[in-house]
């Protein structure tokens, strides 16, 4: 007899809230905003708290529709479990506030979102001790490892100068060391690329980007792939040293980063996404195959000085990109020639919005060094590729010939 094929992408992610058999035979999990649940018996609910019975405690902690959601996420990453938070920063900053302490040396690539840059700065305000490194480049990964080095962070794809990290020379890098490997997988989604493929421990996806699609619900996930020893982990508190050791560095996320930090992501916010991310694969095809497109269109534009998309040869991780991911992504960024003035740039743009977004159905311009890069300064911006005319660019799932007509009318 042969064995079943297990569904694709698609038909699992459509039909998972089916499988759990939701209320009243609904097809898309309940949203639930009770933040108290009841027990007829008391000591089931003493069990429930004290983790020796499954149940909902408390609304911060768990909730249906929010686990509901954590459910179709783990099967998308192929992990084990996942926890919800209210933004992906949240998720980043509970896991670093979870698993490391004052002492501690995690390593990042240099090349990341402004806000995860602010974050791990504040870390080493509390004693974590930070280094940024060109992680597209494993070897510089390994120069920077120190006997105190716990965690290695990094993105897939470079958020907005588009450098693809070397994942999988870093994934044996942190297996042989013994590292946290955390992959931030928002730029590329579950779609386009699975971390647990290069060895990640910990996978971080926006919810709000490309997973939930649709610029409505803010929301962020940390998964757990399942490859971590954390029974050689000493940061693990013994409260949580109960059971298969292999779950007790998401139970310490769930219960210090979680419960006590309290970034907690909303039954009606974990609905929209989890509707959302139904057209996930579908619009990252459109998206990517118009991203694609407009690569070609500034390549050979003569008002534009550079085009950042890993889908052109001319990119320098372009295999690698090939190589990994199903498709190079849907965020680019454009550096004007001098001569052209950002902000008019972007103000004769008709059809495209000027919006600090990504991931978004519609496609979404913003000019990075005086908004989200702001902060960073002149010379952290340089650092990282980021000009003054420097264009970022979400693209959407409009008609490809809108969006070319679009671009180049506001050249003109």
């Not at 004007?336 to 008019?344: K, P, T, V, Y």
Request: contains cysteine; negative net charge; glycine residues 8%.
């Amino acid at each position: 007899m042969s064995k079943k094929q297990p569904p694709g992408f698609n038909t699992a992610n459509l039909h998972a809230d089916r499988q759990g058999k939701p209320e009243h035979g609904v097809l898309h999990k309940p949203i639930h905003t009770s933040v108290a649940f009841e027990y007829d018996d008391a000591r089931e609910l003493a069990a429930v708290f004290q983790g020796k019975k499954s149940g909902f405690n408390y609304g911060r902690q768990q909730n249906p529709t929010v686990n509901a959601l954590q459910d179709k996420i783990t099967q998308m990453e192929n992990g084990v479990a996942s926890v919800a938070f209210a933004t992906g920063m949240a998720a980043i900053g509970s896991l670093i506030f979870s698993l490391l302490k004052a002492g501690d040396h995690l390593i990042s690539s240099s090349f990341l979102f402004g806000n995860t840059n602010s974050l791990l700065n504040t870390f080493t305000r509390l004693g974590i001790e930070v280094t940024f490194v060109d992680s597209t480049d494993a070897d510089q990964v390994a120069a920077a490892i120190q006997e105190n080095t716990r965690l290695v962070f990094t993105e897939t794809i470079a958020n907005p100068v588009t450098q693809v990290a070397d994942l999988a020379g870093i994934g044996a890098l942190c297996a042989s060391h013994g590292l946290i490997y955390v992959v931030d997988n928002t730029m590329t989604s579950p779609w386009l690329f699975r971390p647990a493929t290069v060895g990640a421990n910990f996978v971080v996806n926006s919810l709000t980007k490309y997973i939930g699609g649709h610029g409505n619900a803010l929301g962020g996930v940390l998964t757990d792939t399942g490859t971590f020893d954390w029974a050689s982990f000493d940061n693990i508190l013994d409260t949580y040293k109960k059971g298969d050791a292999s779950s007790w560095g998401l139970t310490q996320v769930r219960k210090k980063g979680l419960r006590d930090f309290g970034a907690t992501l909303g039954p009606e916010a974990a609905h929209h996404l989890a509707v959302g991310s139904e057209t996930l694969a579908l619009r990252m095809d459109r998206a990517c195959f118009n991203a694609q497109k407009l690569a070609d269109f500034f390549h050979e534009h003569p008002s534009i000085a550079k085009v950042n998309y890993p889908g052109l040869l001319s990119h320098p991780q372009h295999q690698r990109a090939r190589t990994l991911f199903r498709h190079p992504g849907a965020l680019m960024s454009i550096d004007l020639d001098a001569s052209i003035d950002c902000f008019d740039f972007l103000n004769n743009l008709e059809h495209v919005v000027s919006s600090s977004n990504l991931g978004d159905t519609r496609t979404l311009a913003i000019p990075v060094a005086h908004t989200i890069f702001y902060e960073m300064g002149p010379e952290r911006r340089a650092s990282m590729g980021v000009s003054d005319n420097l264009i970022r660019l979400s693209v959407g799932i409009e008609d490809i010939d809108d969006l070319l007509a679009d671009f180049s009318q506001a050249l003109s």
